[in-house]
């Protein structure tokens, strides 16, 4: 059974760095999305993609962050330009096409800025 | 804008008590409510997905319930375990807002041997 798997898992960086993550879904899974998560917070919704296009963004995400899904498989999210306040959990789920739909969660990637 | 409150924040029980931690959303426009297990430093765990037009979903010791009009949800722990000790997280699909999941920030439970 091979689940939603995300790369690295921790990640210390600088503040002004730029840093990049991978996370790779479960591969029928033609949607996948991206949620940030702070200590004592629940996730919060970040953007998703349906195969390889972008179809909504929140206003949490700053012009500092893209992401990518280039052939509809894995997917990045870079942030650049890194700050304090960028340090939190950085969750990947992928789901079956149609609103509604399970979404299976990766173990994230542990951000944090000095 | 959708907001999900779980009460109460923390609990802590003896092992083998029965147990219900509740969830409630603003907006009963919902595809479905989902709840999660989340372990320390670790991704979320789907526990249960009930359709908004289900009732009520079980699997194994836990059930839990939707009543979408007055916009609660609970989740019910039978027989509870060490091994149940976690941070239990609700969230809602919203129709007709972003296409993701709306979280609460979660209970966290602790199961005393």
């Known amino acids: 059974d091979t689940g939603v798997s995300q790369d690295p898992r921790h990640k210390i960086t600088k503040r002004g760095q730029n840093v990049t993550f991978r996370c790779d879904p479960i591969?029928?899974?033609?949607?996948l999305y991206w949620y940030r998560q702070t200590l004592g917070q629940g996730p919060e919704f970040l953007t998703y993609f349906q195969n390889e296009a972008q179809l909504e963004k929140s206003r949490l995400l700053s012009d500092r962050f893209s992401a990518e899904r280039p052939k509809g498989s894995f997917s990045t999210l870079e942030i650049q330009r890194t700050e304090q306040g960028d340090s939190a959990m950085y969750l990947c789920a992928s789901s079956f096409t149609a609103s509604g739909r399970t979404q299976y969660f990766g173990p994230g990637t542990r951000l944090t800025v000095l | 804008k959708q907001e999900v409150t779980q009460i109460p924040a923390a609990l802590s029980v003896p092992e083998g008590e029965n147990l219900v931690l509740n969830c409630s959303f603003t907006?009963?426009?919902?595809?479905?409510l989902q709840w999660f297990r989340q372990d320390p430093g670790k991704g979320l765990t789907s526990l249960l997905l009930i359709q908004s037009s289900q009732r009520e979903q079980t699997s194994g010791r836990l059930n839990a319930s939707l009543d979408k009009s007055s916009g609660r949800s609970t989740l019910y722990i039978a027989a509870s375990q060490p091994g149940d000790s976690a941070t239990y997280l609700c969230a809602v699909f919203h129709r007709g807002g972003a296409d993701g999941l709306t979280f609460g920030k979660g209970t966290h439970l602790i199961i005393q041997p």
């Open positions: 591969s029928e899974h033609n949607r």
């Open positions: 907006d009963s426009a919902i595809y479905n």
